[in-house]
Nanobody
């Protein structure tokens, strides 16, 4: 089992920045890929950024050049730095982990609201 706790969401004006954090605990040695997904109101959840154990990253086209995912293995924490935020970035953001055993875990989510 892996437990995930997100923090850092909030209300920000368009063009502003926020940094989300996700602390992992439990069977952390099984973690392979860490990521962030979001679910806008009335829409499906979408994966926006991932980072592997080796540090390889991948981003959804909608956030490329604006969001940066990083991880601190000493703190078992993954971050999502979000810059140049837009109203369409408003969503509940979820931390996600995929283990080497191909199990998926999700955090409880943190609300990000971008006002125009």
């Amino acid at each position: 089992q892996v437990q995930l706790v997100e923090s850092g969401g909030g209300l920000v004006q368009a063009g502003g920045s926020l940094r989300l954090s996700c602390a992992a605990s439990g069977n952390i040695f099984a973690i392979n890929v860490l990521g962030w997904a979001r679910q806008p109101p009335g829409k499906q959840r979408e994966l926006v950024a991932t980072i592997t154990t080796g540090g390889s990253t991948n981003y959804a086209d909608s956030v490329k050049g604006r969001f940066t995912i990083s991880r601190d293995n000493t703190k078992n924490t993954v971050y999502l730095q979000m810059n140049s935020l837009k109203p369409e970035d408003t969503a509940v953001y979820y931390c996600n982990v995929t283990t080497y055993f191909r199990r998926n875990y999700w955090g409880q989510g943190t609300q990000v609201t971008v006002s125009s």
